[in-house]
Structures are given as C-alpha cells and as structure tokens.
C-alpha cells in the first residue's frame, strides 16, 4: 500500500516533540495569541527569510486579509490563475473586489510574466500569483511585468513552504503572500492555521490588526476587523514540525527526482518541468494522460493512491459561471488528464520505483 497522505505515521515519528508541545500549551491556558504564536511567527519568518509573519486562522483568510490590507479601490480586477484551489480566487470576491482568470503554462502549471502581461486590463489592480503544487514561479520577470503596470502582487505560496527561486525563499516576492497550515500541506496543523509574510513592515500591521478586530491593544479598536487568529494550540505543534520541514523537503525531492527518471517517455506521460533556478518544494507532482482515469484504477488495484488537482478547472465551476470564461483555458482541457502521484516524507525513491513500475506495467499492456 502506498499512501498518499501518511500524517499518522508522520505524527508517530515525532511523537513526543508534538505531545511536549500541546502539553506546554495545555499548562500554561495561554490559547489566544501569547508566547507560541509570537515565537512561531519569529520562527516561521526566520525559516521563509522574510521580516515580518502574521499568524491567522487560514490561508483563505489569510488571503482575504492581505488584499484587503493592500486598500485597494473596490470592486478593482485582480488576476487569478485558471487552475489552482477555489481560495486563491474566493478571497478576491470576498475582499470585495472582481476576479478575471489568466492562463498558466502546461509545463510548469505557474502563470507567466508574458501571460499576466496579455491579461493586464486598464481595470487590473493586483495579480494572485500561486506557486502551483510546490514550484515557485518565475518572479522576478512577474514582478517587473507587475511594476511597469502599477499592479499589486499577491503571492499564493500555500503550497510552497520553503520553496526557492534564484536561492530566495518565497514569501518575500511580492507585496504580500500567504502560506496555508491545513494539515495535508507540506507543514501542517492538527487543524486549521495558515500565515501571511511581507516586506512591508505597515502591511504586516494592518493585516494583523484586520486579523484581531482592528486592534493592537486589547480594546483600541481602530478599524472594524474581524477574528481570524492563529490558535496557540496550533501554533506550539507548528514549531514542533518546523525543525523538521528543510528534511522533509528533500524527501519530497528524492521521490521527484525518481519520478522523473523512471518515467521519462513513458505511454503518453506529460510530466511537470522543473525551472533550473528553484528548489520545489514537491507538495504534489502532477502528470498527465489522455488515459488518466484508467490509469487512476490501475494504480489503486495496485494499492497506490492517487489524487487529481484539480479536476475542474475554476473558470468552469459553476461558482464562476456568472464571468463567462467557462473552457477558455488551457487549464479547462487540462484538468481531464492531471493526476497526483504520491509523494510525501513518508515515501522514499524505492517507493517511487515501485509507482513507476506499476504506471509501465499500465502502458505496456
Ligand atoms: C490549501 C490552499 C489554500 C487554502 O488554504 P487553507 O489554509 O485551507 O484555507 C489556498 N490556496 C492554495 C493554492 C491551496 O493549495
């Protein structure tokens, strides 16, 4: 049996760290705010390389308060890519403002500076930038594209802890980004928990303040906010597992680069390309096939579990049906033939090998 997804055999490898933790927690009745989550911001700022870290409830909120901390005019155009999980566009529409989708590349799954530059509007304030499955995109032509259009830049780096472009870790790229703690992500919680990191030391107050009722001190309410705050609980096991995420990585990296030896020009395999310049973080690897369901069965009657992100692409939701964009996207004919392969801490490259051995067995009947 190859898991997808192993958080109980990654909480028995860690055990006594993460119990020490929520015991600390439990002691000290100290559940809002208070030395954990202080110290994880500081830790998980230090681990991105970036000032300033502002713990929150979730990545979807944590998404809705970064652009909402940004103060741009209402209902204004934000750029979302075709293919990413629905938060990366809800917090748009949330945060009062509109969502137009672009096109991302069929190689790498990231949007691209040529791209976001095509889909520039004179309405268009700000782009949602998603480091797709783990590989950071290219920001450094995104931001110039970004810049000479006076647009704003939200990274969506959920799925991007410890990830680099260029040897910078991600989270410092844009004006603001936002990484997601759900526990199935590469660092996870025993709940949910996310964060929002930024260079702008302003920003980051006004997200934590929007984040806590508008409010630094306890009844100075400056602004009307809303509730969104990091639990202390998840917060001591979040520094529980940081220590061990850089590792964890290179695991993810190990089976990645066995993946992509064992099954180069297999059946009509398309796998993801990897950018010279970056260390993905391999929070899912993503192939695609014509043959994808199938494929899908073949594996499970082989005892390997399989995921597929997405299976439908956001323009085509009916929850966009209202924007018209529906199956104008690569991404729309794309999301037929992705499919998850396994990949995790919990995996090694024999593991993959195995995979890989299954998936020619597949093509070659
Ligand atoms: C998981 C995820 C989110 C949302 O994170 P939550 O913490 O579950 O709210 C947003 N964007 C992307 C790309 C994600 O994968």
Redesign the pocket.
């Known amino acids: 049996m190859i898991k997808f997804l192993d958080l109980q055999g990654q909480y028995r490898s860690i055990r006594s760290d993460i119990d020490r933790a929520i015991a600390r927690v439990l002691d000290s009745a100290h559940f809002i705010g208070g030395p954990e989550n202080a110290a994880f911001e500081q830790e998980f700022a230090a681990f991105q390389r970036v000032p300033y870290c502002v713990g929150v409830a ?6 809705e308060i970064a652009i909402e901390a940004l103060g741009l005019p209402a209902e204004s155009e934000i750029l979302v890519p075709a293919n ?2 629905i ?2 566009s809800e ?1 748009v529409t949330r945060a009062g403002h509109s969502v137009r989708f672009l096109d991302a590349e069929s190689t790498t799954y990231n949007i691209t500076a040529e791209g976001l530059r095509a889909a520039i509007t004179p309405r268009t304030r700000a782009v949602v930038v ?3 499955y783990g590989q950071p995109a290219q920001m450094t032509e995104i931001s110039a594209v970004a810049a000479a259009h006076g647009i704003r830049v939200i990274e ?1 780096a ?2 991007a802890h410890g990830a680099e472009l260029d040897g910078i870790r991600v989270g410092g790229f844009g004006d603001v980004a ?1 990484f ?3 526990p ?2 590469n660092l996870g919680a025993y709940g ?3 964060a929002i990191t930024t260079t702008d030391a302003a920003l980051a107050t006004r997200a934590r303040m929007i984040a806590n009722h508008g409010r630094i001190a306890k009844y100075d309410h400056e602004f009307e906010g809303r509730n969104s705050r990091l639990d202390a609980l998840q917060a001591a096991i979040l520094r529980a597992k940081l220590p061990h995420l850089d590792g964890w990585i290179d695991r993810r990296n190990a089976v990645a680069t066995a993946y992509l030896r064992e099954l180069r020009g297999v059946g009509d395999l398309v796998l993801p390309e990897v950018r010279p310049n970056v260390r993905h973080s391999y ?1 899912l690897f993503v192939v695609r096939s014509a043959k994808r369901d199938a494929l899908a069965a073949h594996l499970k009657a082989d005892g390997i579990e399989t995921g597929i ?1 997405y299976p439908v692409a956001l323009p085509d939701l009916a929850a966009y049906a209202a924007l018209g964009q529906k199956g104008q996207f690569v991404a729309s004919a794309n999301a037929a033939h992705l499919l998850s392969l396994p990949i995790g801490e919990h995996l090694t490259p024999d593991d993959a090998s195995t995979v890989a051995a299954s998936i020619r067995r597949f093509f070659a009947r």
């Open positions: 979730n990545a979807t909120d944590g998404l990413s999980f938060a990366s917090a998603v480091h797709l969506d959920a799925q936002v997601s703690f759900y199935g992500k949910d928990a996310g929070h992100h």
